[in-house]
C-alpha cells in the first residue's frame, strides 16, 4: 500500500488547513491510520491516530483540541483538520497505515510511510 499525503501550504497564524492522505495499491480500511510530523531539527512527532473503523482516535499533547482526525472509509481516505494553527505547528506532515485496526503514538505500529506534505504558518 502506497500513502500519500496532500492539501499543505502556507497559512497565517490562527488559521485552519485540512490534510488529506489517500491510500492506493490495497485499501487500508480495516488499518488504523496516523499522522506524524517532523519539523527542522527536530524528531518526528505523533500528531493523531484514528482507528480502523474511525470509532477511536487519539491526539498528541500539542494538538489536542485544535486538531480533528476524520476518515471515508469508502474513499480509502484519512482527514486531518489543523484550527488555530501556531508558527509551532510548522513540519512536514506524513500519514502512515497502522499495523492494526488500532495504533497509538509510537512509530514502530505504524508502516507505509507516505511521502509529507509541508504546513508552514506564519506569525
Known amino acids: 500500500v502506497q500513502l500519500q499525503a496532500s492539501g499543505g501550504g502556507l497559512v497565517q497564524a490562527g488559521a485552519s488547513l485540512r490534510v488529506s492522505c489517500v491510500a492506493s495499491g490495497r485499501a487500508v480500511t480495516n488499518n488504523a491510520v496516523g499522522w506524524f510530523r517532523q519539523a527542522p531539527g527536530k524528531e518526528r512527532e505523533f500528531v493523531a491516530s484514528?482507528?480502523?473503523?474511525?470509532?477511536?482516535?487519539l491526539y498528541g499533547d500539542s494538538v489536542k483540541g485544535r486538531f480533528t482526525i476524520s476518515r471515508d472509509r469508502a474513499k480509502n481516505t484519512v482527514y486531518l483538520r489543523m484550527s488555530s494553527l501556531k508558527p509551532e505547528d510548522t513540519a512536514v506532515y506524513y500519514c502512515?497505515?497502522?499495523?492494526?485496526?488500532?495504533?497509538?503514538?509510537?512509530?514502530?505500529?505504524?508502516?507505509?510511510w507516505g511521502q509529507g506534505t509541508q504546513v508552514t504558518v506564519s506569525s
Open positions: 484514528i482507528s480502523w473503523n474511525g470509532g477511536a482516535s
Open positions: 502512515a497505515a497502522g499495523r492494526k485496526s488500532y495504533s497509538g503514538k509510537s512509530f514502530d505500529e505504524y508502516t507505509s
